[in-house]
């Protein structure tokens, strides 16, 4: 078990470890890599290794920027596809050769505005079943701002209200937030983790990668988050809709940037 950004947790499968920077440290900014494959039809570029997100699970994909000896591109998409994460570049920027050594750098200030959104809806989530004992159906997020679904019986906007007052309890109470990887036999005999639908991953998944705020919630999850509730700073609930009967939906901000940890 570890935090987001100290060193790998233990259990962590070692190709991830050596190819999928963000799984173990999520405030790595720039990494080295090499190309293993250029695909100029779709002028992008599979690396050695990356700490650029690919997207799933509702969050987005990073950008940032690749330089080599004589060049350097925009990466303005990250995604799988074929079993590689793939680097799309900038149409007006050069594609490196196979083989050719890189620097890659995130752009930090939209990775870590990401990172607190994304611990702030999985506090939401917390409050929620904590509060209400049910668990989220579906959701989204960009860089400041997402929604989350959940089968609850009514809303309205005192609810609303009160939702943000108890999310921003927990963000103050500076939570930690650890990560470890977890056994699909230990998974599937763990009702945190069975109540946020863990056992609708493919099986292949082995082991799970969980994000644990400590004492308030517990999630099979592949994304990025910060070190602690606090560094979320605090969240600002702006919408509750009814999108039908047993679907209610809330929706948040973050609150203004605070100093970047790392």
């Not at 701002?145 to 109470?173: C, H, T, W, Y």
């Amino acid at each position: 078990m570890a935090v987001p950004g100290r060193h790998a947790p233990a259990g962590a499968p070692e190709h991830l470890v050596r190819t999928e920077l963000f799984a173990v440290d999520a405030y790595l900014r720039q990494f080295d890599g090499r190309v293993e494959e250029v695909d100029p039809a779709g002028h992008r570029v599979a690396l050695s290794r990356t700490a650029f997100y690919p997207g799933g699970g509702g969050q987005p994909h990073d950008v940032g920027s690749l330089r080599w000896h004589d060049g350097s591109a925009a990466v303005t998409r990250v995604g799988r596809a074929g079993g590689r994460i793939w680097h799309l570049l900038d149409e007006h920027d050069p594609l490196p050769d196979p083989g050719t050594e890189v620097e890659g750098s995130l752009d930090w200030e939209r990775r870590h505005l990401t990172m607190r959104t994304h611990t702030a809806l999985h506090v939401l989530c917390g409050v929620i079943w904590a509060d209400h004992g049910v668990a989220v159906t579906g959701g989204n997020m960009e860089p400041g701002k997402g929604r989350l679904d959940f089968p609850l019986p009514s809303m309205s906007a005192e609810f609303g209200r009160r939702v943000e007052q108890r999310v921003n309890e927990e963000i103050a109470a500076a939570r930690q937030i650890l990560v470890e990887f977890v056994g699909r036999e230990v998974a599937d005999e763990d009702h945190a983790l069975i109540r946020t639908a863990a056992n609708l991953i493919p099986r292949e998944v082995d082991p799970l990668r969980v994000i644990d705020i400590v004492g308030l919630d517990k999630q099979a999850d592949g994304g990025t988050h910060v070190l602690s509730t606090a560094e979320v700073g605090s969240v600002r609930v702006t919408g509750t809709e009814s999108k039908g009967r047993g679907n209610k939906r809330v929706r948040l901000e973050v609150g203004p940037d605070l100093p970047v940890s790392g």
